[in-house]
């Protein structure tokens, strides 16, 4: 009986435009076990997640719960099947008790009234399973708790839904030691409870602590199954194991490389600590880590936007402090944010508009907006060409374009400050992989003419691959460097601080 | 067992939260300057009950309209058209009663029909078409004051003395009009804090995702919460009516219910953006803009200045809220 599936996929396959993103997938999740779903950035393993939970409908493949096949409309029907799914982005309502949001659309009522005794009463009940959740005041406002205490109002919240399947998100991405250990505790007590745990990480500490069966995702396909807890450089050989082509520009030779164009010595503040590297002219350095590993913090302090508190930091030999991301820009800092549509661009404005942004930014409070300081709408053009920005026209909403070519649009405008610094940050993300290359060679070409290029990515290959030299990040620290092209299990074991584990 | 318990440190019992006292922090900060300006320009006779009751009646109809205010505003929505609701119920409800005290029970009714048809087509607009609520409210505003200025144009029909009572009467003393509106908060504040259409209602304005994934039904909730708000805006007008003893197409706008009514909602710790704040808070915002006026009155200021800070006090509060608590207000 225990051996049935709770939950199985069967040949999953899902397509988006241009992107294969899962192919005959098949996954399986039993009562009372934990089952880590691992894999890098892109893999699929939120495709197959979101297909889980109804927010997808597969192409190709069924989901069966319980020995029979079910075709979820909505997420709503997911849950009601007994499917809770934990992101990173937790859904709880902050100004509300806890009670409130475990029992949120589905309050006890009495006499037209709420019964939040009851309610109380339950919630303290689910929350006493947990070492975690005894210390919770079920009327307690979320917004007051912790972030590992608002996971865990989560996990309640799906309990008290009857969830017989779990899936959790990378939990431990925003927690500390003590708390992840507390998380473990609770995960033991989810498969005692006999709840089927779908685990989903690339912390490799994580599936030895707690897998029962490990299933390695890549590129959209099954990469490795494993029906008992293997080796960890077993799994890590099966989620980075791929060639890297010539798919990358060359690396920079010994004269391409300038002078020091940036340097930071002792940065830190909350996030970071003590963060001292040398980016040369002509060089583009990598910034390999987990998520929350600080790689983007760091970028946030060079470009000014949450500065360092202390320490130094030294821009082409003049020591600078940028306390506004507008003093960085002017004194030659571009940053190209991961988030492309929500940070990166004005949607519904031409793409040449999109291209103008920073330089009318800048520009003289009467002067023209068709001429600035820095360029003019021709030059702007000229600068579009010459990134090959694909377009209809220039006058064309930038939203229509391919992310490959909004991607190339950013560029051009910060092409037209001719900055020192150029920092990317998942250059790449959401871009398919025809484009992707021109994005190495173009930040490849950026560098060739002296500038500094600082790339920020959750996809290793690519570190190694278009980067001169990589530092790896861990708990807002900088914990190793590596030459180009070093091994990405070297990286990865730095990053996930599996150092002294085996291998 | 034992054990559990005593691991479990306990919750503490008190914990002071700036964002959700300020508002009566305020109402304290104006009590005080109206004692000061009383005491200070030697006008004490202003300091007594009857004084204080004349205060608050002055401003019935604003906290009434401003309770519906607060539910939808709690549902991340806001309604412009309560002030042309109004100025049409003063109308509707007059001409109807027109001095016969029989059929003061129908034109009741009537005028509540109206505010619950209104509150409808603003909910449905803004949930089923997909209209911002600032301008789908707007635009049934302009409607009902255009069908409104197409029939009359100054005092219309007559309140009997009966229905009269509702502005003027007294119950042991009390200004009925006074009972009434804090019975209605009452009311309000118990649908909103326990029932579960009240804590759909914060769900809603809070996460509307989060809600919709919990099951909830949102649109229904939001057509809910602009009933009630052109309910309040309804008997508002009725009391409106009665204290005017007639109808008057232009009473509302008058009054600037629509803004005014918003302006206190946000001064009682409401966030615009939906899923905080509640009913006392909308009382205390009530208060504290009656108080400022009162103050205005003792200290003889000129009535254009009145209007200057007013608009001043109004985005000091609400700037004040913000620094301190640090979040999002409105």
Redesign the interface.
């Given at each position: 009986m225990t051996d049935a599936p709770v939950i199985e996929m069967k040949g999953i396959g899902k397509r988006f435009p241009g992107v294969v993103a899962l192919e005959d997938v098949s996954f399986a999740c039993r009562r009372g076990e934990v089952h880590a779903l691992v894999g890098e950035n892109g893999a699929g393993k939120s495709t197959l997640i979101k297909i889980l939970s109804g927010v997808y409908r597969p192409d190709d493949g069924e989901v069966w719960i319980d020995g029979r096949p079910v075709a979820f409309r909505h997420?709503?029907e997911a849950?009601?099947a007994g499917i809770s799914v934990i992101y990173q982005e937790f859904?709880?309502?902050?100004?509300?008790t806890v009670t409130?949001n475990i029992f949120?659309?589905?309050?006890i009522?009495r006499n037209?009234?709420?019964d939040s005794a009851a309610m109380c009463a339950q919630t303290r009940r689910v929350l006493?399973m947990f070492g975690a959740g005894?210390?919770i005041?079920p009327?307690?406002?979320v917004a007051?708790l912790d972030v590992a205490s608002q996971q865990m109002v989560e996990i309640a919240k799906a309990i008290s839904l009857d969830a017989k399947v779990l899936v959790m998100d990378e939990p431990t991405a925003a927690l500390n030691e003590a708390e992840c250990r507390e998380l473990f505790e609770t995960v033991d007590a989810l498969r005692a409870h006999g709840t089927a745990v779908i685990y989903i990480t690339h912390r490799m500490r994580e599936v030895t602590r707690l897998a029962d069966r490990v299933t390695v995702l890549k590129d959209g396909e099954i990469a490795a199954r494993f029906e008992t807890l293997p080796e960890p450089s077993a799994i890590v050989h099966a989620m980075v194991g791929r060639d890297i082509s010539d798919f990358y520009a060359p690396f920079a030779t010994a004269d391409e490389l300038g002078k020091p164009v940036l340097s930071v010595l002792g940065g830190s503040n909350d996030a970071l600590h003590d963060i001292a590297f040398e980016l040369r002219a002509g060089e583009i350095l990598g910034f390999a880590g987990i998520q929350g590993a600080g790689r983007v913090a760091l970028a946030m302090a060079i470009f000014g936007a949450r500065p360092f508190e202390s320490g130094t930091m030294t821009l082409a030999g003049d020591s600078v402090r940028f306390t506004h991301p507008r003093q960085a820009i002017r004194a030659g800092i571009g940053l190209l944010p991961g988030d492309r549509k929500g940070e990166g661009l004005v949607l519904m404005q031409s793409v040449r508009d999109n291209g103008m942004l920073t330089p009318r930014a800048f520009g003289n409070l009467f002067s023209s907006h068709r001429k600035t300081a820095f360029t003019d709408l021709a030059g702007m053009d000229r600068l579009l060409d010459q990134m090959e920005v694909k377009a209809a026209s220039y006058d064309q909403d930038i939203r229509f374009l391919s992310g490959g070519n909004q991607q190339k649009a950013i560029v051009a405008r910060w092409l037209a400050l001719k900055p020192k610094v150029l920092i990317f940050i998942e250059p790449t993300r959401g871009i398919d992989v025809n484009a992707k290359s021109g994005i190495y060679r173009l930040m490849r070409d950026l560098a060739k003419e002296g500038a500094g290029i600082i790339m920020i990515s959750s996809d290793l290959p690519e570190i190694i691959g278009a980067a001169d030299r990589i530092l790896a990040m861990r708990g807002g620290r900088i914990v190793a460097e590596h030459p180009s092209g070093a091994s990405e299990t070297a990286i990865m074991l730095d990053a996930t601080g599996e150092q002294e584990a085996a291998v | 067992m034992s054990e559990?318990a005593a691991?479990?440190?306990k919750?503490p019992a008190f914990?002071f939260?700036f964002d959700r006292w300020a508002p009566a922090l305020l109402l304290l900060a104006a009590v005080g300057i109206y004692l000061a300006a009383c005491i200070v320009t030697g006008q004490t006779q202003y300091l007594n009950w009857d004084n204080l009751l004349a205060v608050l009646g002055r401003s019935i109809a604003l906290g009434v309209t401003a309770i519906g205010q607060t539910f939808v505003i709690l549902v991340a929505s806001i309604d412009l058209s309560v002030a042309s609701l109004i100025s049409a119920t003063t109308v509707l409800a007059s001409v109807i009663m027109n001095g016969d005290p029989a059929m003061i029970l129908p034109a009741i009714a009537a005028s509540l029909a109206l505010g619950a048809f209104v509150g409808a087509i603003n909910g449905l607009i803004i949930t089923r078409l997909d209209v911002n609520p600032l301008i789908a409210t707007l635009g049934v505003s302009l409607v009902i004051q255009g069908c409104l200025s197409a029939f009359v144009s100054n005092f219309a029909g007559a309140v009997p003395v009966e229905f009269q009572f509702f502005a003027y009467g007294n119950v042991a003393g009390i200004p009925f009009a006074i009972l009434f509106f804090f019975g209605l908060a009452m009311v309000a504040s118990v649908v909103l804090r326990?029932?579960?259409f009240?804590?759909?209602v914060?769900?809603v304005g809070?996460?509307a995702?989060?809600?919709?994934?919990?099951?909830?039904p949102t649109g229904r909730i939001v057509v809910i919460a602009h009933i009630i708000c052109s309910l309040c805006a309804t008997v508002a007008g009725l009391y409106l009516a009665s204290r005017l003893r007639s109808g008057a197409p232009w009473i509302g706008a008058n009054g600037v219910y629509d803004l005014e009514s918003i302006a206190v909602v946000v001064i009682g710790g409401t966030i615009l953006a939906g899923?905080?704040g509640g009913i006392w808070g909308t009382v205390v915002g009530v208060m504290i803009f009656s108080l400022i006026d009162s103050i205005f009155n003792v200290l003889g200021v000129d009535a254009f200045v009145k209007q200057v800070l007013r608009g001043i006090i109004i985005v000091a509060a609400v700037a004040f809220y913000a620094v301190r608590s640090k979040r999002i207000v409105a």
């Open positions: 997420p709503v849950i009601a859904s709880l309502l902050p100004e509300r409130q949120l659309g589905r309050e009522t037209w009234m709420l006493d005894r210390r005041d009327d307690a406002l007051d | 559990i691991e479990r440190p919750s914990r939260r326990l029932t579960r009240g804590s759909n914060y769900a809070g996460n995702d989060a809600a919709r994934f919990a099951g909830i899923g905080r």
